[in-house]
Each structure stands twice: as structure tokens, then as C-alpha cells.
């Protein structure tokens, strides 16, 4: 099984895969400002509804949006991404464009690993200078 996550802005994406590709549940919803508290409790709900899966021991690589969208939604999601991916020992790629998850599955097809995946935001980041 493969999770895969799109943060980058409204809807939200979860998508969970058998190895070959074919998605078997997915759930989009308006996060929102809910993002960080609900992020991991769609998921678990998401793999609980799956009848092939017996939850977060059989998820066997990770797909995550890297960008461009939302500062906060990106770091909330691939902060996710990456923690399951490393907790679970399982690899993770991160991808974007149009056919994100596509080219997401080609790499883990291919045995990649990116190890940790860190976002593409699209813009330099609006940061406030200090006051001297």
C-alpha cells in the first residue's frame, strides 16, 4: 500500500494505492485551519476504510507534493510525509506538477528514495526584517 498526500492547498488530498498504482481510497476535504489537527486522523481514518489494508503496517512507500502552494499547508503535509516514511522504515518521494502522483508511483516503481522530501514553495519566503 502507498499513501500518498497533496497539502498544498484547498482540497487536501489523501490517496491510498495497492503497489500497482490503482487507487483504492482517497478523501479530498476544505482543511483549512484544521490541517494540522486533522491531517493524521483522515489518514488513519482513510486506512482503516481500506479492506486490503490492516493499517500502518502494510503502507510500503510514501507520495508527497512538494509544490508550489501554501507555506504552511506544504510544511504541515511533507512534516507527515516524512515522519511516516521515516518511522515505518519505508521509502518516500516527492513530486509535482499536474501528474504528481503518477510520476510519484513511477519512482517508487523504479526504487527510489528521496529519504526526506523538502518543499517547493514557488516564491522566496516574505520574511520581516528586524528592526535594528
Do not use: H
Not at 508550489?68 to 506544504?74: A, D, E, H, Q
Amino acid at each position: 500500500m502507498i499513501l500518498a498526500l497533496k497539502t498544498s492547498g484547498d482540497p487536501t488530498e489523501i490517496y491510498i494505492l495497492d503497489n500497482t498504482g490503482k487507487i483504492i481510497a482517497e478523501k479530498k476535504w476544505d482543511a483549512g485551519r484544521t490541517l494540522a489537527r486533522d491531517l493524521l486522523s483522515e489518514i488513519e481514518k482513510l486506512l482503516a476504510r481500506t479492506e486490503l489494508a490492516k493499517g500502518w503496517e502494510d503502507l510500503t512507500g510514501v507520495i508527497v507534493f512538494r509544490g508550489p502552494g501554501s507555506f504552511t499547508g506544504l510544511r504541515i503535509g511533507i512534516t507527515v510525509a516524512n515522519a511516516i516514511a521515516y518511522g515505518r522504515n519505508i521509502p518516500i518521494v516527492g513530486t509535482n506538477g499536474d501528474d504528481w502522483l503518477a510520476s510519484g508511483l513511477k519512482k517508487l516503481q523504479k526504487n527510489q528514495n528521496n529519504k526526506i522530501v523538502l518543499p517547493e514553495y514557488g516564491a522566496p519566503p516574505n520574511i520581516t526584517k528586524p528592526k535594528k
